[in-house]
Nanobody
Framework: QVQLEESGGGAVQAGGSLRLSCAASGRTFSRYSMGWFRQAPGKEREFVAAIEWRSGNTYYADSVKGRFTISRDNAENTVYLQMNTLKPEDTAVYYC???????????????????WGQGTQVTVSS
């Protein structure tokens, strides 16, 4: 079992940057594939980015490709989401999620993830 805690959210102007962190408990963090999702008011939760546990392959939603970067530090049990060139439409609560071992291509499906954090608010003003 793993517990996840996000941090790093906040308010920023359009064009700015934020780095989100997700700290995981447990000694098997390296065996989890990790994802970031977000949910804006009145909208469904949507996939943002994911990173595979073994290969380190990364995946991104088209809306954030080229602006966001997901990475992980297994020694620190932490996954990051570097967000650059932020836009007002990036405003949402951001959640990290963990899936034991491989996502098997289902990186964009929230139901495939086993554990979730509580979320951190990101607000981008124009």
């Amino acid at each position: 079992q793993v517990q996840l805690e996000e941090s790093g959210g906040g308010a920023v102007q359009a064009g700015g940057s934020l780095r989100l962190s997700c700290a995981a408990s447990g000694r098997t963090f390296s065996r989890y594939s990790m994802g970031w999702f977000r949910q804006a008011p009145g909208k469904e939760r949507e996939f943002v980015a994911a990173i595979e546990w073994r290969s380190g392959n990364t995946y991104y939603a088209d809306s954030v490709k080229g602006r966001f970067t997901i990475s992980r530090d297994n020694a620190e049990n932490t996954v990051y989401l570097q967000m650059n060139t932020l836009k007002p439409e990036d405003t949402a609560v951001y959640y990290c999620a963990a899936k034991w071992e491989s996502l098997r291509g289902n990186y964009g499906l929230a139901l495939r993830y086993d554990y979730w954090g509580q979320g951190t608010q990101v607000t981008v003003s124009s």
